[in-house]
């Protein structure tokens, strides 16, 4: 207990060192500095306010066992004897909730995030479920509070889409969605199909931390812009001008395409998003599989062809392979009911996280 209260001090020391910082002319002129000194003030900030609430209790419950001792009036030592098992029974409360605020936090959480979901096998059928995705998860957006706009997509050949992608706006976005990346396996009766038999298709999807210009520097020397025309769905005005754009980063081979906005102007600066974002994960990946040797956590492996959930609709349920958990609901989590399954991704991840720092 020592320990954790000499790292609780050590923590408040430093929220009030930053708090001091971030007033400071010189650093609010260095705008990256800033930026990154305010998300550490706001990070602490909760961790030290359920400290100062822990050091209360403690110290209330000192004084209260100091007046038992003193005290000869029945009804004062009552009132303490009450106020002592009150307190005490808060204090193993606040210990856990410390614990979880301890847990190292993913610096990325915080960030909108973009999302892709593209067709893999199963033809259109995979396209069909990428379009049930997409509407499963802005209906789960919409639950949220959250903002989307779709950046790019590409029909599928009879129904659905071949691929689709968005921006996802809010508060800890990214931390919440990046359970989603991975392998989304589907099995189902086609409705194409006259026979009757269950088909097994598949979608990927990726999520990305939404890269700010302080995150990652993005040389537009490296960049190859192109226009063409905007295919698909959007009436005469997309279909008739070079509104959509295609960007090309020359050192990687990495493409992305932005039609969905109907200015070109739009299109860039979103394009320029998507691109900036995507040579950030690269870079995440790249850090990531470095710590993978030391440290193997639930979702952060970048591993994009892990098989992570299977949705079977003839028995109605939805199995996470990750933490080997079943909702026979399936109906409900199609309708963006997700946040069972993605709170307890979230714990088993912080549970392993503080094993992880158990053991260091």
């Not at 599928?156 to 990346?181: A, D, N, P, Q, W």
Request: glycine letters at 6%; aromatic letters at 6%; charged letters at 30%.
């Amino acid at each position: 207990m020592q320990d954790l209260l000499q790292k609780l001090q050590a923590i408040e020391y430093r929220f009030t060192e930053v708090g001091n910082l971030i007033v400071d002319p010189d650093i609010i002129a260095d705008m990256q500095r800033y930026v990154k000194l305010n998300k550490e003030y706001k990070d602490l900030e909760e961790i030290v306010a359920v400290y100062k609430e822990y050091r209360n209790v403690i110290s209330n419950i000192n004084s209260s066992k100091e007046l038992l001792e003193t005290e000869t009036d029945p009804e004062m030592r009552e009132m303490a004897k009450t106020e002592i098992q009150e307190l005490e029974d808060k204090k193993p409360e606040l210990e856990e909730q410390i614990k979880m605020l301890l847990i190292p936090k993913d610096p990325e959480d915080d960030k909108n995030a973009i999302m892709e979901l593209r067709a893999g096998t199963g033809g259109d059928e995979a396209c069909i479920f990428v379009e049930d995705c997409f509407r499963m998860y802005t209906m789960y957006f919409k639950e949220k509070g959250w903002e989307y706009e779709v950046l790019n997509s590409s029909e599928g050949g009879t129904k659905g889409y071949k691929e689709i992608s968005m921006e996802v706006r809010g508060e800890g976005i990214y931390g919440t969605l990046k359970f989603e990346s991975g392998v989304h396996r589907v099995q189902r009766v086609p409705e194409t199909e006259s026979q009757g038999r269950v088909h097994t298709s598949a979608i990927t999807v990726a999520v990305l931390p939404e890269a700010e210009e302080v995150d990652f520097e993005l040389n537009m020397g490296d960049v190859r812009k192109d226009t063409f025309r905007a295919s698909g769905a959007g009436g005469q005005h997309i279909n008739k001008t070079e509104s959509a754009i295609r960007l090309t980063h020359i050192p990687t081979g990495l493409v992305v395409e932005c039609q969905d906005g109907r200015s070109q102007h739009k299109n860039l600066e979103k394009a320029i998003s998507v691109l900036r974002s995507r040579l950030y994960q690269l870079e995440l990946d790249r850090v990531q599989q470095e710590r993978a040797a030391q440290r193997k956590t639930l979702v952060s492996t970048g591993d994009r062809s892990a098989k992570i959930r299977t949705y079977n609709y003839p028995q109605g349920r939805i199995t996470d392979h990750r933490i080997n958990k079943t909702i026979y609901n399936l109906g409900a989590f199609m309708n963006g009911d997700l946040q069972d399954m993605i709170d307890s991704l979230k714990m088993a991840e912080n549970a392993e996280k503080m094993k992880g720092e158990a053991a260091v």
